[in-house]
Each structure stands twice: as structure tokens, then as C-alpha cells.
């Protein structure tokens, strides 16, 4: 099992829809939990932390679910410009812990 | 307000030969990380440096090697070029993670074929 589990997609959704997205890890030891986007062949850019009570940024809304282990991603009112892939991040936070496990993104397609 | 600077932003080198790319970043960060990318294989963990002077290997060290002299750069060394190592290559830095939520931020990429 990987570490840090994506549904590949692509998603495609039409303008202004919502669409969610779920990522699962296996270490329940994890603490920092990220979701980054990236744009084709370029760097992963930080959308949002995600933090234990849940968090929004706009049409972007976060989730922790540590009973089963999974983080989500909510995008509402969908623009063409979301259109991108979008990056699980996990990490144990332990002191000295360098291992950010990355998934390997799930791909969004927002259509008009 | 530059964060993370990688050079060079393209790169076409011949088998066998070698090259270094340089990161730098301007937030102080303690760690720093590099990665490539390939299709299909999301970002595989090279080597990385947990401070000045201090580096270790990551998932796929073979073939490179890094150097960390100063708090503020982390260089990338090919010895002798292969086509396998044809790549997008990403560095990172991020404060040391014993800080929760503390993300990694990334530079813009290298490009790099190896022909």
C-alpha cells in the first residue's frame, strides 16, 4: 500500500460546479497535511495547510478525518482556472523529520 | 521577495558529461530537499539537508551527489550524465518540520535531458 493514495482522475467537471477530492495516507503517526497544485510543468505551489478543526480559503474548503485517515479537498463554484493537478501532501512532523510524502495528484479539468 | 531560485532553468547535456544545479533561498529555512519529477511518478525524493553541512540520501541518490556549504544554498551534482536521468528537477526548503503545519516551498524547476 502507498504511503499516500490519490484518485488519478481526471476530474472533469463543468464551470461552477463543486467537486471534492479525497487523499488517504497510512502512517497515523502523520500531523501536517497539505494540499499543493500544479500546473503542467511547473512547481508545486502550496494551495492550503490543513488543520485538525477543518479549514476554508474562499471556494476552497480542507478536511482531516484521522479515524480514517484521509485529508479532502472541496472546490465550489468551479473556474477554468482550477483546472490543474492537485497534490496530497503528508507529514509526520516528528523533530528532525524530513519525509514529505507527496501523491501522485489527481487531475482537474474544469470545462466551459 | 525571490524565496526559492534554482539554476539553470533548462539544461541539454551529452551522456557522460556533468553539471551542477544550484538552489538557493532567501527565508532562512533550515531544510532544504531535492526532487525530480517524471511522468506518471510523482516528485521522488533525491537527497536532502537538514543544515548547513549536513546532507543525506533520499529515495533515488544514485548517480548524484550535494553539497550543503552555506545555510542558504543546496547544490546538485551529476558526475557522468545518463539518459535515465532525464528529468524535471525541483528544490525545496521548509523549517525544521518538528513545527507542525510547516510546508515546503518550492523553486521553479530545472529542466534537463540528457541526450
Known amino acids: 500500500r502507498k504511503e499516500v493514495e490519490q484518485d488519478p482522475g481526471p476530474f472533469n467537471v463543468p464551470e461552477g460546479a463543486t467537486v471534492a477530492f479525497n487523499c488517504t495516507y497510512s502512517?497515523?503517526?502523520?500531523?501536517?497535511f497539505f494540499w499543493y497544485r500544479q500546473d503542467c510543468r511547473k512547481e508545486p505551489k502550496l494551495l492550503m495547510s490543513v488543520y485538525s478543526s477543518g479549514n476554508e480559503d474562499g471556494r476552497f474548503t480542507a478536511q482531516l478525518n484521522r479515524a480514517s485517515q484521509y485529508i479532502s479537498l472541496l472546490i465550489r463554484d468551479s473556474k477554468l482556472s482550477d483546472s490543474a493537478t492537485y497534490l496530497c501532501?503528508?507529514?509526520?512532523?516528528?523533530?528532525?523529520?524530513?519525509?514529505?510524502?507527496f501523491g501522485t495528484g489527481t487531475r482537474l479539468k474544469v470545462l466551459a | 521577495n525571490a524565496g526559492v531560485t534554482q539554476t539553470p532553468k533548462f539544461r541539454v547535456l551529452k551522456t557522460g558529461q556533468s553539471m551542477t544545479l544550484l538552489c538557493a533561498q532567501d527565508?532562512?529555512?533550515?531544510?532544504m530537499y531535492w526532487y525530480r519529477q517524471d511522468p506518471g511518478m510523482g516528485l521522488r525524493l533525491i537527497h536532502y539537508?537538514?543544515?548547513?553541512?549536513?546532507?543525506a540520501k533520499g529515495e533515488v541518490p544514485d548517480g548524484y551527489n550535494v553539497s550543503r556549504l552555506k545555510k542558504q544554498n543546496f547544490l546538485l551534482g551529476l558526475e557522468s550524465a545518463a539518459p535515465s536521468q532525464t528529468s524535471v528537477y525541483f528544490c525545496?526548503?521548509?523549517?525544521?518540520?518538528?513545527?507542525?503545519?510547516?510546508?515546503?516551498?518550492f523553486g521553479d524547476g530545472t529542466r534537463l535531458s540528457i541526450l
Open positions: 502512517n497515523s503517526a502523520s500531523q501536517s
Open positions: 525545496a526548503s521548509s523549517p525544521p518540520t518538528g513545527r507542525h503545519n510547516q510546508p515546503q516551498h
Open positions: 539537508s537538514v543544515g548547513e553541512g549536513t546532507t
Open positions: 527565508m532562512n529555512h533550515e531544510y
Open positions: 501532501v503528508v507529514n509526520t512532523g516528528a523533530s528532525g523529520t524530513y519525509k514529505y510524502i
